[in-house]
């Protein structure tokens, strides 16, 4: 009974460990940034199925057309808009894939006002632009698994976008960056979501220093769980022989 049940644990763990098959992407590409997204997912995963688009008209039907056909398939969705039009995305397609909890989802943009009913319902209340100073990002929790091993939060945006990053009040999201030097309300960067596996972000990995591999930490936090999880998962296997 007890192999069976380590069995069944061993199996479970592999096959959340499988790599994603769908990630589904619409991202902004300009002035050099952008690319870092899909580097990263490259590095992680080279056998994935990545559809991604870029700001257009056309890019915004194409991944709506992605989003209603694949839907539940999907196991990553990755809007990253920080200079492009968006407000013609499937906010309302990507939010019911979110509440049902079928795709993990990573979210950002510089303008929320067409994209809230995602931000509000991933736990975010409030966004403040910043629009022409580049200032100081802080990790607010060093341990965690997004930035675990980031050393540089610097960041440059390219010549062009209007707004530059953006502040955050949470309701139930975890900010585990931002913008003050220690937590203080209103001025989250990237926090996790209220389901736990999810990011919403008011920092823009595209323009950071380390852009790929904070991309890198943030995926691999999304598809696998916290680390914390997974060493528990591991203690309890072994202590069960």
């Not at 995305?89 to 009913?117: E, H, N, P, Q």
Request: proline share 5%.
């Amino acid at each position: 009974m007890k192999f069976l049940y380590v069995l069944i644990i061993v199996i479970a763990a592999v096959a959340i460990a499988q790599d994603p098959g769908n990630i589904l992407i619409y991202h902004d590409s300009f002035g050099g940034a952008g690319d870092e997204v899909l580097t990263a997912i490259g590095n992680l995963w080279p056998s994935a199925t990545v559809m991604a688009y870029t700001y257009s008209t056309g890019g915004m039907a194409a991944f709506n057309a992605d989003l209603g056909s694949i839907g539940s398939d999907l196991d990553i969705i990755i809007i990253d808009c920080w200079c492009g039009f968006h407000s013609d995305l499937d906010w309302d397609g990507v939010k019911v894939l979110y509440d049902a909890g079928t795709v993990r989802v990573f979210a950002s943009c510089w303008k929320w006002s067409s994209g809230a009913v995602l931000g509000d319902a991933m736990g975010v209340t409030g966004y403040i632009d910043i629009t022409t100073t580049v200032i100081p990002h802080y990790a607010w929790e060093a341990g965690h698994d997004i930035t675990s091993g980031i050393t540089d939060w610097s960041w440059a945006p390219p010549t062009g976008p209007d707004v530059i990053n953006i502040k955050m009040a949470v309701s139930d999201a975890t900010p585990v960056t931002g913008w003050a030097d220690t937590p203080t309300p209103g001025e989250a960067g990237i926090c996790v979501a209220n389901d736990g596996r999810s990011v919403i972000s008011g920092y823009t990995p595209a323009f950071a220093t380390e852009g790929v591999a904070i991309w890198e930490n943030i995926l691999e936090f999304m598809w696998l769980g916290p680390q914390a999880l997974q060493n528990g998962t591991w203690a309890g296997i072994k202590a069960s022989f």
